[in-house]
């Protein structure tokens, strides 16, 4: 029997390994950035309601939050648009206007204690009330964050293909016509949804696809003729532009970069005599002729990973622990280019969730290129006045001496001599 147009479309694009669905949607790092996010919009609200958040979006909690979305591959590239201050129009109207601060925030809020479809779409539609110049439903990225179940992403490109495919016509800039589409992205995801998922988040990939191109949609008219076309153009192999894979491939090159510095950082503990903790969700990850897991803890000590911030601390990209202790001593967030703020929470997490956390060493393992972006992000007040102190370990460094400190070294103090406190 011949599958439905959209069955195949669906069936195609979960196959391409260009698609959004296996390049960002099954992306091992994804699923990092949902903790660091909502703790960062909870910081968002916290400095809005206090009136400690100021006018500017540059160098804001809401600017960190936000970035660290648009970082997310191509799919929410350009998600920080939307909310730069622009002067001369005065908009989004939450920098300069308190009122409109404050109802943003009691929309933040509400959404992040909430857990009901009812709740969120109640504050929506509060938040349409007030009518904020500026300030429309490009949120709805971060309620993506917040409620992936009830809530898709959302850009042009989702939007242009939602129209392609349904023969729509809706509209940028509103919430009534984004909570309209909506309704429809779920009717059609619930009739595909052992295609898709429960998590938004795969459809709005799909839509991103369509609308930007890269998948054309089943024709609208049933006849024989428009979909044999459609057949053929689907079946046809589809290349990226070469600015597009350029993009792609440098992504890829990041998550093996990530996973070899993650081994450097492995081998070098057990050199050094140390239990290792590779992150949950990247053990599993090829590494030479094995796996990064290979040798590690399967495990952490109930006394580390049992702690309130558990499922975060799980998520740390290598964990030192001493030999057959539940003690950590050292603990590494390796940022090639993904998000420098969620490894800062992560390790933040660990730090103030175990009992020994005075003898704990935290470490930013990043490019040396990244310097500045290390520095900008722990000099920013949140962390600035910390007790726990976290440390600068730079790719050149760490690659550089590795060797003879696995050689000559012992216990932590190699890495502290490479590592750079940076103020």
């Given at each position: ?317 290598v964990l030192w622990l001493s030999k057959g202790t539940d003690q ?96």
């Amino acid at each position: 029997m011949t599958p439905e147009p959209l069955q195949l479309l669906i069936e195609r694009w979960r196959e391409d390994t260009n698609a959004t669905y296996k390049s960002w949607f099954l992306w091992e790092e994804r699923l990092k950035n949902f903790r660091s996010i909502r703790r960062g919009l909870q910081l968002v609200v916290t400095e809005m309601k206090a009136g400690t958040f100021g006018s500017l979006y540059k160098g804001s909690s809401l600017e960190t939050v936000v970035k660290s979305i648009a970082e997310q591959r191509q799919i929410f590239k350009g998600a920080d648009h939307a909310f730069l201050w622009k002067p001369k129009l005065r908009i989004p109207d939450i920098y300069e206007s308190r009122e409109n601060q404050i109802a943003f925030a009691d929309f933040l809020d509400t959404c992040s204690c909430c857990s009901g479809e009812t709740q969120v779409l109640a504050a929506i539609r509060r938040l349409d009330e007030h009518r904020i110049k500026g300030l429309g439903p490009a949120a709805a990225n971060l309620l993506y964050f917040l409620h992936p179940t009830i809530i898709p992403p959302f850009n042009t490109a989702i939007v242009n293909g939602y129209n392609l495919l349904t023969g729509a016509k809706v509209k940028l800039g509103s919430w009534e016509e984004f909570l309209a589409m909506r309704e429809g992205i779920l009717r059609i995801n619930g009739s595909n949804r052992t295609a898709l998922s429960n998590d938004l988040g795969a459809i709005g990939g799909l839509l991103f696809d369509i609308g930007s191109g890269r998948y054309s949609s089943p024709p609208l008219e049933d006849n024989a003729a428009s979909r044999e076309a459609w057949e053929r153009d689907l079946a046809r192999v589809r290349e990226l532009s070469a600015k597009d894979q350029k993009e792609l491939q440098t992504a890829r090159e990041g998550d093996r970069t990530h996973t070899e510095v993650q081994g450097w950082l492995r081998d070098l503990g057990k050199s050094l005599g140390f239990d290792i903790w590779i992150a949950a969700n990247d053990r599993n990850r090829a590494l030479e002729a094995g796996k990064l897991g290979d040798g590690c803890l399967a495990e952490l000590p109930p006394s580390v990973g049992g702690n309130g911030g558990a499922d975060s601390v799980r998520l740390i990209d290598v964990l030192w622990l001493s030999k057959g202790t539940d003690q950590v001593a050292a603990a590494f967030e390796v940022e090639h280019t993904t998000s420098i703020y969620s490894g800062i929470l992560r390790l933040l997490d660990l730090g103030t969730g175990i009992t020994q956390a005075g003898d704990l060493r935290l470490f930013l393992v990043a490019p040396d290129a990244r310097e500045n972006d290390v520095r900008d992000q722990l000099l920013r007040p949140a962390f600035r006045n910390r007790a726990l102190q976290l440390k600068f370990l730079p790719y050149g460094a760490l690659e550089e001496n590795r060797v003879s400190m696995a050689r000559f070294g012992t216990g932590i103090k190699p890495v502290e001599a490479i590592a750079r406190i940076l103020s």
